[in-house]
């Protein structure tokens, strides 16, 4: 989820919001601003966290960082606000030769799969990064665009929208490419 919605549990069960201060447990009005006040913190820090994961992300792709498999199973599958970035965006895997051996999106329930929505299986030690746009066939990333769209997932990062430049094969080296103010 990019929500960052909190949700508090008393034991196993859900509940809407903090318990009221109750003589029963001889709770102190102290203690209870107190854990008001630190939900309130971390509502609004997990948002800082999540912009600040979201422009590094945005610059993990333009600069083609990669994941070894372990690393980014521990980083994105095990941390509740990097899962959100797991799920929503499109993946890439190489072999040890750098090699592509396929994109593939992570799903909520575990399981990876395609662009033309057929299961995926991840290699051993192989590595991983996020596909960018000028990566992949025009074709690969309309497929992309409608399961995101089927799914109704809404990315971090608008992944497949990302600015990309085409040289002409006819450039010179006389010729000068200037990006100015791209945000992601």
Known sequence: KTDLSITLFDGTKEIKSLPKVSAKYNDSEELVAFAK??????????????????LRMSKAIFTGRCWILSKWQTLFLENPIMFSFATGLIWEEYDSNQNLLGTFRYMEDGTLNTADEEEYELHE??????LHPADCETDLADMWREQLEDYEIIQPIEQLSLPTLIIAEDSSEK???EYRDIQV
């Open 175 to 177: 010729d000068l490419l």
């Open 125 to 130: 030690n192989s590595t991983l990064s996020l």
């Open 37 to 54: 006040d630190e939900l309130k913190a971390l509502k609004k820090e997990s948002k800082v966290i999540f912009d600040a994961q979201k």
